[in-house]
């Protein structure tokens, strides 16, 4: 073989373990399951305290559990999202908001009185 194929072979095989290492954590990452809390009210306007406290507590709160490794529900162990939806006090963005959590986001329970909490997982 030619010196510049030699050359070629060697700088790819060289490329290889790097590339490896910069893959393999996105692989072992996507393969952690994950819970997706949905936080769903006024985010924005007069009334956003309301909203803002119940979101940055549930950003706090996931947080702190992800530093631990996640929570565990059954054998399982998850990483926790936090998805928020401001519907800026408005009932029609409200229910968008909602079915924005449910349907896309995949999130299939909720909680809540005045603020609602959606929570769901998803599938690794």
Known sequence: M?????????AAL?????LFCAVLPAAV????????IGVL????GPAASWGLVNKYCAEATAQMFNEK????????????????IDD???????????????RQEGIKYKNG???T????????
């Not at 030619?2 to 060697?10: E, F, G, I, L």
């Not at 800026?88 to 959590?101: C, M, T, Y």
């Not at 909490?117 to 690794?124: I, K, L, P, Q, R």
């Open 113 to 115: 009185e005045f603020q």
């Open 2 to 10: 030619s010196k510049p194929v030699d050359a070629m072979r060697r």
């Open 29 to 36: 990452q996507a393969a952690e399951k994950v819970l997706k």
């Open 41 to 44: 009210g006024v985010m924005s």
């Open 88 to 102: 800026k006090n408005d009932p029609k963005l409200a229910v968008s908001g909602a079915e924005r959590l449910t």
């Open 117 to 124: 909490v959606f929570v769901g997982t998803v599938a690794d």
């Open 69 to 84: 490794g996640g929570v565990k529900i059954g054998a399982d162990t998850y990483k926790i999202e936090i998805v928020s």
């Open 14 to 18: 060289a490329a290889i373990p790097a």
